[in-house]
C-alpha cells in the first residue's frame, strides 16, 4: 500500500510553468506504475500523464503532450510532473495515482489503486 500527497499547484498566468509532485508519504512508489490526472470543475476527470515504474514508458494525451513532461525519481519516493506553457484550460485540480500493473501507463482511471488528495492549479489569462 503507498499514500501519495500532491504538491506544487498554485496560480500562474498563461504561458507559464509550473512542476507539481507526488510523493509517498507512506510506502514506496518504486513498484507502482503512477498516472496524473485532473478534473475541472463540471467536467469529468481527464487523463493527463503516466510512467511505468522504471521510466521506460511514458503517455500523454494530445491536449498535453509536448507541453508537460512525466518524470520520476525512485531513490526520492517522487514523481514530477512539469507543466510548461499553460493555458487557462489546464485549470484544474490534479491528481495523481499509483497502479499495482508497474509496467503499465494507463489513461483509464479504474486501473489505478491509491489516490491523492490533489493540488489545485489555475491559470489566469
Keep these: 500500500q503507498v499514500q501519495l500527497v500532491e504538491s506544487g499547484g498554485g496560480l500562474v498566468q498563461a504561458g507559464g510553468s509550473l512542476r507539481l509532485s507526488c510523493a509517498a508519504s507512506?510506502?514506496?512508489i518504486s513498484w507502482y506504475a503512477i498516472g496524473w490526472f485532473r478534473r475541472?470543475?463540471?467536467?469529468?476527470?481527464?487523463?493527463?500523464?503516466a510512467i511505468n515504474w522504471n521510466a521506460g514508458r511514458s503517455n500523454y494525451p494530445d491536449s498535453v503532450k509536448g507541453r508537460f513532461t512525466i518524470s520520476r525519481d525512485n531513490a526520492k519516493n517522487t514523481v514530477y510532473l512539469q507543466m510548461n506553457n499553460l493555458k487557462p484550460e489546464d485549470t484544474a485540480v490534479y491528481y495523481c495515482a499509483a497502479s499495482?500493473?508497474?509496467?503499465?501507463?494507463?489513461?483509464?482511471?479504474?486501473?489505478?489503486?491509491?489516490?491523492?488528495?490533489g493540488t489545485q492549479v489555475t491559470v489566469s489569462s
Excluded at 40 to 49: L, N, W
Design 100 to 117: 499495482s500493473a508497474y509496467g503499465s501507463v494507463s489513461n483509464e482511471s479504474p486501473n489505478y489503486d491509491y489516490w491523492g488528495q
Design 26 to 28: 507512506r510506502g514506496t
Design 40 to 49: 475541472a470543475p463540471g467536467k469529468e476527470r481527464e487523463f493527463v500523464a
